[in-house]
Nanobody, 125 residues
């Protein structure tokens, strides 16, 4: 069983910051600390795509070029939670943000077909 609950979204002006949280639960995530995790986003009319990833160990993180230098992904394995600190937000960051575990062989793809409800981020100019 996979349960993912994203929170922390909202409406901000360009240049602002938000911190997203994703709480993972369910039988599958009893071993949350063994999963590489990622944040995805989906803007209207666009496909869902990964923007940040973090390995199970919390080691080397990866970012989409569009968010590099502005977003920071982190995790707390004791709390089964992954975070996304978003700084210097731009209107093009407007999207629904989701988290999911990642396929070990391909970080661009989610490991599970189940998704949470996502959290809306709206950035105005």
């Amino acid at each position: 069983q996979v349960q993912l609950v994203e929170s922390g979204g909202g409406s901000v002006q360009a240049g602002g910051s938000l911190r997203l949280s994703c709480a993972a639960s369910g039988s599958t995530f009893r071993s949350f600390g063994t999963y590489d995790m990622g944040w995805f986003r989906q803007a209207p009319g666009k496909e869902r795509a990964v923007v940040a990833s973090i390995p199970w160990s919390g080691g080397t993180t990866y970012y989409a070029e569009s968010v590099t230098g502005r977003f920071i992904i982190s995790r707390d394995n004791a709390k089964n939670t992954v975070y996304l600190q978003m700084n210097s937000l731009k209107p093009e960051d407007t999207a629904v943000y989701y988290c999911n575990a990642l396929r070990y062989s391909d970080y661009s793809k989610p490991l599970f077909n189940s998704w949470g409800q996502g959290t809306q981020v709206t950035v105005s100019s």
